[in-house]
Structure formats: C-alpha cells, structure tokens
C-alpha cells in the first residue's frame, strides 16, 4: 500500500542519463528552431510591417535600391518631406523626373548623404538633390536601430561616411534590428501574437502604403494633433538654443564635399510648419538661429543652396504639425519649386 | 547583477570558463568560486561584504570550537553556539527588524497613551542577508546537534556561505549536503549539463515571461487598488501568485541549473506547489528550503508535535508567524504567516494526517481530489492578497471589495493574465500528471528541441527586457 503521507512518489526530479551527442543535439536543434522562427518572424515583419518608422526606411532603400535608371532630381529629407513633396507635381513644374526617397527625422542628414552616395556610386550624380526637413531634426543624433532598415550592411558600418560612431553595444543591436526581430521587434511580434493572431485584426493584411514614386500621400487633416503637437514642441523650445548635432554637422560637411565633386547642385529647405508656431517668440528665435546656421554651412559650397522660405499652413491643413495633406502637398511642392527657381536666377 | 541580464551572462562564461580550466584542481575551482562570489554580491553592494564575511569567519571558528569542546562542557559548547546565533540573528536583526520593532514599540506605547522618543535609522537591507544568515546557522547548529562535522578547510566553508548562484535567493541550503560537495573534486556528468541546460531556460521562461508580465498586472492592480474591484481584485490576486511563484521558483531553478553545470546539486525548492491538498502539503512544495529550515531548527527545538495537541498547534502557530516575519519587517508578513499558522492548525482539526493523495491512487474520485486542491488554492490566494498588500487597510478593503462584478477593463486583464500563464500552466499539469519536474528532457531530441525553442522564443519575444528585480532579493 502506498505511503499516503509521503509526498515523495508524486513530484520528484527523475534524471534521465544523457551524453554530449544528445546535449549537442538538443543546443543545435534548439538554435534551429530559433532561427526558424525567426526567420519567419523576419518575413512577416517585412511582408506586413507594423512599425510605420521602420517600414518606411526600409520602403525607400527597396526603392532606391530597386531603381533601374537615374532620375532628375532626387528629394530626400524627413517625413514632412515624405509626405509635403509630390514628385508628379514636382515633374509638372520642372520638367524633371524625380524621385522621393525622404524618411525620418531621427535618420538625419547622415541618411540623406547614404542615400545620395548610393546612388552617385550606380548612376552619377543627379541633376538636382533637394532636402527638406523640419526644424528640430539638425539638434538630432543619428538612430542606430533606424539604421538597421537601411540596405547598410553591418559590417559596412565603420566605413560610412559621415561615420555613425556606434559603440560596440549599438553595432550588436544594429546587427539585432537587421536580423533579429524576435529580440529587436519583440514588442511589434508580441503585439501581433496577442492581439492579431487571437484577436479580431487582420494578421495578414497590408497596413501601410506607398506611391512608386515614393510620395505616402495623407489625405485627412487633424487639426487638433495639431494644435497638441504645437504644445509638445513650445514645451520643447524652453530655455533651448539652437545647436546642431555632431552627425549633422558631418553629414552638411559631405554633402557639400559630393556636391563641390561632382558639380551637383544641392537645394536646402524647411519643412512646411503650422502658422501659430510663428506667433511665439521661443519659437521664432530658435528658427532664426537654425536658418543662419544652415545659410553659413551651404555659403561653403557655390553647389550648395539653403532656400530662405518660410511656408506656413492652417491646422485644417495639415495631419501635425509638419505634415501635410496631399492637397497641401502639391502648394508646398509648387512653392518649393518657384524657390528653387529663384535660387537658379541669383 | 540579475540573472538575465547581460552583465551575468558576460560574468559567468568568464567564470565557467576558467572553471573549466581549473577541472583538474578542486582547490583552485573553490578559490575561483569564492572570487566569483564575492565579486557577484560586492556588484550589488560592495559595503555589505564585509558583513558576510564577518558571518562566515564567526561560523567557522565557531564550528570548529564546538566540535573540539569536550564532551562534557555542555555549558561551553551552547554558549558558543549561542555567539553564533547571536552573530548571525544580531546582523539580520539590525539590518531588518530594528526600523520594524522601534516603530512598531513606539505605536504600542502611543496605544496606552505614552509618548516614547524613538530613533529610527536610515538602513539600507543587505541583499539575502535572509538567506545566507540562515544558511550559516544551521552549520554550526549542525554541529552542535552533532549532526555533521565541521570543514577544516575555511575556502570550502567560505564558498558554502557565499555560493553565488544560491547566496541572494536561495535555496537555504544544508551544509550536510552542500559542503560535501565543494569538499570533493567535481565530475560534471552529461546529465548534469542536460538538466542544468533545462533549468536554466525554464527558470528563465518563469521570470522573464510569466512572472514579470503578471507583476505588472498584478502592480496595476494592488498599487491602484481603490480604483479595483469584483473581478478585477481577483485577477490582480491571481497575477501576483503567478508572479511570486515564476519568480521565486524560476530563480531557484536558474541558481540551481548553473550550480548543474558546475557539477553542484542544489536542493529542489519548489514541487509544483498550486496543487497542494492542504496546508501542510503546501508547505512541503513551496520554499522547500525555508520550510524544512524552520521545521528542523525552530519548531523542532520547540517541541515539535511531542508535547501534546496544544503546544503542537502553538509550536506550529509560532513557527509560521516567524515564517512570516522572515519575509519582510511588516505587519502583513507577521498576518500572512499567522494565516498559514491557522489554516495548519485547522487542517489539523479536521483531517488527522493531511498529506498529499494520490488522485490516480484509484481510492479517491477525482472530483474530491480536485475540490481540495481548489479549496487550497483559494486558501492560498487568500494569503497572497495579505502578502502583498501594503497595509492592513488594503487588505481590508481589497478582501471586502471582492465580488463577480466587473468592469471595463475585466476581459483585457483576465485575456492577459492567462495569455502569459497558459504555457505555465500546460506544462505544469504536464509534470503532475507524469510526476516528474523533469519531463520535458526526456523527449527524443527533436521534441526537445522543438520545445526548447519555443521556449526560447517566447522569452525572445515576451520576456520584459528591464526586469523586475525578483522578488525575494527584498527579503
């Protein structure tokens, strides 16, 4: 009869004999399956991405990357510029075929300056760069998980120039982003198991779209985003001076050095802003700054030109504070383009 | 240095590795492991080094004169073994209880309308001074009861106290079967890594994955519990025992995998125990370490269940409410303790023996056998609803606040909860069913591997990134 007060024949830890082919076995197999998985996770991540920054990045390297004969002018910058330049209305005006690959602020003036040496290594240089970004993107640093999109390898990383300086634990988690994302996009995969696989959303659907010409066109206005993203901003702009970042700086430095090179004129401009903004004097002081700053830098090169334009909208315009409608888009590119064209005649 | 985290991986393939280098010495392996030990608590903070080694230097002189004492200088023998209690209990008691006992004295003088002037101090708790003081203790106990010999060797005793997988949460181990072992060469055997391999990544999967996620649900709850109530008391209830159990056994399973792979057995510390009967079986499934510490050097000593009925319930009262007092200078530890003190006794009341049965022993239908295992769970629950809280006015409320009703936010949270839990518990039953903590090693490697990487992946995947401290470092 069975010991009816021993707990011991219930729960034990009951070894098995192993070897080190079979503990060999287990770590590979382990490893394996991981990497499986991952992969999987690496595909879906790409198919139907769910980090609008990420994809972004991503789509405009694939395009870049993709593009089988030069363009005209090429258009980088931020996504005030993804959204605020139309390419076929920047064509209708110029004559030129165009292309934007702009994406992120927080990608910097550094991923204009890739972009741009790219596509000079497979096609020479463009006749026009134009690049435009919001005010607060030149106080930047350089995001290396953001980087990871790009089509820069990681073992590419110490040989860019302008140098991103990455220290070791960047680089890992550069190579993590790029390859990883069950430990990069962990958050993004959990998201998805938890709410999309279980849950009512589509796991296998298209989230985020993009024109061939690399124009994302918006086209519903939110004032109020705008108006709460003003605040954000002012709140910003407290006790701040302008000072432009170290990635920036070197960024400005190359572009005018591929510019004086290959005789490739480079244009320079603001993102579209909300007109309150320019009803504060924190606000106004620091874009004054930033625009000498920028005036200073270009002055270097006679290939580099900072376009002096201030365009505002209305908040019933815009989707925040730097982004346009696609309505309000097409003004802005006409407007950039009667810059430009004023610059060509000084 | 907490066990996921990079720092402790960086730390120990150094230290592994030259454990390995050093296979052929044992001396050198101690040396290195006392190093590594030291270095591991001095990350947390360098000043309490000195406290440890105050404790393992007072405990091996200690030892070692009570074994030397003749046999009839009984009177010697205590009192030095009283310098070691003393020593040891003195270090805790000061850097635990003395902030605890000076307001808790000036409160009850206030209640017979005195005013005492009492100074409480700034006192920062040494990291498992809990654990490694009691660890000590029974050595030198041990010996006194004439149970184990002392080490002559003091690297051997200074690696016991100091073992760094074990030294800031356990499991309490005995140096009767810890000692031994450093005292040895080691042999580390393919079983050993297999298991320790299993441990580690389980262990892993409990913190990161299932104790962590339901920490915070179980914070969203208790720390913001008057906007909380009905079911959602409950579900916060459910969380923290999720989160106590995954973290406390996760960690034990972590330390006592790393301790495989170097060849070291460490005692199991948790046996599945949500499936307790009843209190007593709990108390042999849950903090199997301290459980047994306190059976054999406090309610032992005190008389154990030899006196009578009544000194039996009062010894076991006592045992608990110092079980309680262990975990934490406050009163809801103190009322935790004293809850599980009351629930043994009625347990005693009514069931004889109470033991864990054996629901596939075919003399028991499984309804019956279930309807105990829920009664105990909700005892249990109950308890950690006292552990938890901040105050007794917490628990006052959040018990008086429990109901069906629910709210807004009552899917989501129970949706969460058991997203996380679910793998947990599938496995669980899994190892009760086959009563065996190590079933998943014995599939053919291809399963195993399968499961391994699943695992893996969902520690990739879900496990939080800046992890909770565990639990029991506070205590």
């Known amino acids: 009869m069975k010991d009816r007060t021993s707990y011991k024949h219930l729960t034990q830890e009951i070894d098995t004999e192993s070897s080190p082919g079979r503990i060999l076995g287990t770590i590979l197999g382990t490893i394996a399956v991981t990497l499986i998985l991952n992969a999987l996770a690496l595909r879906y991540i790409d198919q139907y991405p769910f980090n609008r920054g990420y994809w972004l990045v991503k789509e405009k390297w694939n395009i870049l990357s993709s593009l089988q004969a030069p363009v005209d002018a090429l258009i980088l910058g931020d996504s005030s510029a993804n959204q605020g330049i139309v390419p076929e209305q920047f064509t209708k005006e110029t004559s030129f075929s165009s292309l934007n690959l702009a994406t992120i602020g927080n990608m910097t003036m550094a991923n204009d300056v890739y972009m741009l040496q790219d596509y000079i290594s497979r096609f020479g240089a463009p006749k026009e760069v134009v690049i435009v970004h919001v005010y607060d993107m030149w106080e930047r640093n350089l995001a290396h998980t953001l980087l990871a999109k790009t089509s820069i390898p990681w073992y590419a990383l110490d040989s860019l120039t302008p140098s991103p300086n990455l220290s070791s634990r960047e680089k890992v988690e550069f190579f993590l982003t790029q390859y990883v994302p069950i430990y990069a996009e962990n958050k993004t995969l959990a998201t998805v198991i938890m709410n999309k696989v279980f849950g009512p959303e589509k796991l296998f659907q298209k989230r985020m779209h993009i024109e061939t010409t690399g124009f994302m066109p918006v086209q519903k206005a939110n004032p109020d985003r705008v108006r709460n993203d003003m605040k954000k901003h002012l709140r910003w702009l407290e006790n701040r001076s302008f000072k432009l970042s170290d990635i920036n700086q070197k960024a400005m430095q190359e572009l005018i050095r591929l510019a004086d090179t290959h005789s490739m004129h480079v244009y320079i401009a603001n993102s579209p802003l909300y007109e309150g903004m320019f009803d504060e004097e924190p606000f106004r002081r620091y874009y004054k700054a930033m625009q000498n700053s920028l005036r200073d830098l270009s002055n270097q090169s006679d290939f580099v030109h900072f376009l002096d334009m201030t365009v505002v909208f209305p908040a019933d315009e815009m989707q925040n504070l730097d982004h346009l409608t696609q309505q309000s888009a097409v003004r802005y590119t006409q407007m950039l383009v009667e810059a430009i064209s004023n610059s060509k005649k000084r | ?475």
């Open chain 2, 1 to 475: 240095m907490l066990f996921n985290s990079f720092e402790f991986l960086l730390f120990f393939i150094l230290v592994y590795g030259a454990y390995l280098a050093f296979s052929k010495s044992k001396s050198l392996q101690n040396i290195l492991l006392l190093a590594a030990s030291y270095f591991f608590y001095g990350s947390w903070d360098y000043r309490f080094l000195g406290l440890i080694a105050v404790s393992t230097v007072v405990d091996y002189f200690v030892g070692r004169a009570i074994y030397k004492a003749p046999e009839d200088a009984k009177k010697r023998r205590s009192l030095l073994l009283a310098l070691s209690v003393s020593a040891n209990l003195g270090i805790l008691g000061f850097f635990k209880y003395y902030n605890f006992f000076v307001e808790s004295f000036s409160e009850l003088m206030k209640l017979i309308g005195m005013q005492p002037h009492t100074t409480t101090l700034q006192i920062i708790l040494p990291v498992g001074i809990s654990f490694y003081t009691f660890q000590t203790m029974s050595y030198t106990i041990d010996i006194y009861r004439k149970q184990i010999k002392p080490t002559r060797n003091f690297i051997d005793f200074a690696v016991f106290v100091s073992f760094f997988p074990q030294l800031v949460a356990g499991p309490i181990e005995r140096a009767s079967h810890l000692i031994p072992q450093f005292e040895k060469p080691r042999r580390i055997s393919a079983t050993q890594i297999d298991t320790g391999i299993f441990l580690i990544l389980w262990g892993l999967f409990k913190k990161m994955v299932v104790a962590d996620n339901a920490g915070f649900i179980a914070d969203q709850v208790f720390n913001n519990y008057t906007n909380y109530h009905g079911v959602d008391t409950v579900i916060g209830v459910l969380a923290f025992s999720a989160q106590i159990y995954g973290d406390f056994s996760g960690y034990s399973d972590i330390a006592r995998g790393l301790s495989l792979l170097m060849g070291i057995e460490l005692m199991v510390n948790f046996r599945l125990p949500y499936f307790a009967l009843n209190p007593t079986d709990f108390w042999r499934r849950w903090h199997i370490s301290l459980s047994t510490w306190l059976r054999d050097y406090l309610y032992i000593p005190l008389g154990g269940n030899r006196k009578g009925t009544g000194r039996t319930y009062c010894n076991l009262f006592l045992t608990m409410l110092l079980g309680g007092l262990w975990h934490g200078a406050a009163w809801n530890f103190v009322i935790w303790g004293a809850f599980h003190g009351a629930i043994l006794i009625l347990y005693r009341l009514i069931e004889r023996k109470p033991a864990h049965l054996d629901p596939w022993g075919g003399q028991f239908a499984y309804p019956l056998v279930l309807a105990k295992m829920l009664l105990m769970f909700i005892l249990t629950l109950l308890g950690w609803l006292i552990f938890r809280a901040a105050s007794v006015e917490q628990i006052v409320e959040m018990l008086s606040g429990i109901s069906l009703d629910t709210s807004a936010k009552s899917a989501q949270l129970c949706y969460e909860l058991f997203f996380y839990v679910s793998p947990l518990i599938m496995i669980q039953l899994y190892q009760y069913i086959t009563r065996d903590l190590l079933i998943l090693t014995k599939f053919r490697t291809p399963m195993r591997s399968l499961i391994y990487g699943l695992l893996l992946t969902w520690i990739f995947v879900f496990g939080v990134r800046d992890s909770l401290e565990f639990i029991y470092f506070q205590f």
